[in-house]
């Protein structure tokens, strides 16, 4: 069974980048797309962007090229970092896994990792 | 990038049926099958329920339903039980690889 693991600090300061790491266990990193998804307290989702195979990415233009989704295969990780952040990047942070052949599903999802942007 | 426009909330009773709408633009639940349907109970991850505008996930609910028509996808749950009770979002494609949700549905089961 595939599980997914968010962490990373749960408080950054303004202005500052914010930084989470997803471990993927029971099943390899490689060969799917993988997204970050985020939802502000009492709010609904919004995509953050993709990576595929350590290469390919894509990006919600909304981010304004603040975010960037990497990937460590020999540590069965991913990592989303967003710079410059405010208060309004506070969220729950989600990593999840789309399925064979899709990039747009997800099947599996991380439990969610709250980031507080404040001072 | 604007979301998909959900109504706030909606409730039936046990035993009932429920429509949940999102509605798009020609730029994505329009132009593409790609909707998604997610459920969320508080506290929880998503739960895929529905995928390519009508498919349903192994394990889930043929009480679950989509479809689409025009801009607009729409989501059924007959015979409600209290366990639906919990957000919804509907999730569409919208062409360059880009993914956009929807504002989210409280279900309340009365």
């Known amino acids: 069974q595939v599980q997914l693991q968010e962490s990373g600090p749960g408080l950054v300061k303004p202005s500052e980048t914010l930084s989470l790491t997803c471990t993927v266990s029971?099943?390899?990193?490689?060969?799917?797309?993988w997204s970050w998804i985020r939802q502000p307290p009492g709010k609904g989702l919004e995509w953050i962007g993709y990576?595929?195979?350590?290469?390919?990415?894509n990006y919600n233009p909304s981010l304004k090229s603040r975010a960037i989704i990497s990937v460590d295969t020999s540590k069965n990780q991913l990592s989303l970092k967003v710079s410059s952040v405010t208060a309004a990047d506070t969220a729950v942070y989600y990593c999840?896994?789309?399925?064979?052949?899709?990039?747009?599903?997800?099947?599996?999802w991380g439990q969610g990792s709250l980031v507080t942007v404040s001072s | 990038q604007s979301a998909l426009t959900q109504p706030a909330s909606v409730s039936g009773s046990p035993g009932q049926s429920i429509t949940i709408s999102c509605t798009g633009t020609?730029?994505?639940?329009?132009?593409?099958?790609?909707v998604s349907w997610y459920q969320q109970h508080p506290g929880k991850a998503p739960k895929l329920m529905i995928y390519?505008?009508?498919n349903r996930p192994s394990g889930v609910s043929d009480r679950f339903s989509g479809s689409k028509s025009g801009n607009t996808a729409s989501l059924t749950i007959s015979g409600l039980q209290a366990e639906d009770e919990a957000d919804y979002y509907c999730?569409?494609?919208?062409?360059?690889?880009?993914?956009?949700f929807g504002g989210g549905t409280k279900l309340t089961v009365l």
């Open positions: 999840a896994r789309a399925p064979h052949g899709y990039n747009y599903i997800f099947d599996y």
């Open positions: 029971g099943g390899s990193i490689s060969s799917f797309y």
């Open positions: 990576i595929y195979n350590s290469g390919g990415t």
């Open positions: 020609s730029s994505d639940i329009g132009g593409y099958n790609y």
């Open positions: 390519d505008v009508t």
């Open positions: 999730s569409s494609y919208r062409g360059s690889s880009t993914l956009v």
